[in-house]
């Protein structure tokens, strides 16, 4: 038996592979040492949105747990859920914009500001859980709301990267 690889299939594979291990070097090794504190901005999250707007929701949830796995690798935390958070997440954006939005820039931000403000529940959980000693409004006012707001300033950019040259691509083979 003969197991035949499409060209398409490895040429994804290598394409994906490419954009998220380079955005994730930015995320753990670049972003911590220029910015100011703890607080860096989940460009992990903005890009598993983007391929989910630009592919399909089977691309979207492989790079997703693909990207969760070598963030946990890299980023020094050991193994944590984060595989199973992003390939859910890219999944359930390709469903939803299958079904309900288009495959447009505000359909983009609107995934965007609702996954990151789920990440910032899950942050501030995390914190309570193994920080007890921080008062809410600090880490309110450190940690969650800066972690927001520069994953929504940075969503911008890896949509004109990743989400704009796929739908270009794609525009007759996907539906909306």
Known sequence: MRFYVRSSLLYKILKYGLIFFFIIMISTVSLPLVTDGAVIPDLVLCAVIAVAIGEDERTAGVCGVAAGFFL???GGVGLSLSPVAYGFCGYLVGVLVRFLLRRNFPAYLIFV???AAAN???TLFFIYVWQD???LNSAFADIIV???LLTLLASPLLYIVIALPLARKNKQSLKN
Do not use: F, G
């Open 113 to 115: 500001s609702c996954a």
């Open 133 to 135: 000693t921080v008062p």
């Open 120 to 122: 910032s529940v899950i």
């Open 146 to 148: 800066p972690e927001y």
């Open 72 to 74: 946990d690798a890299l």
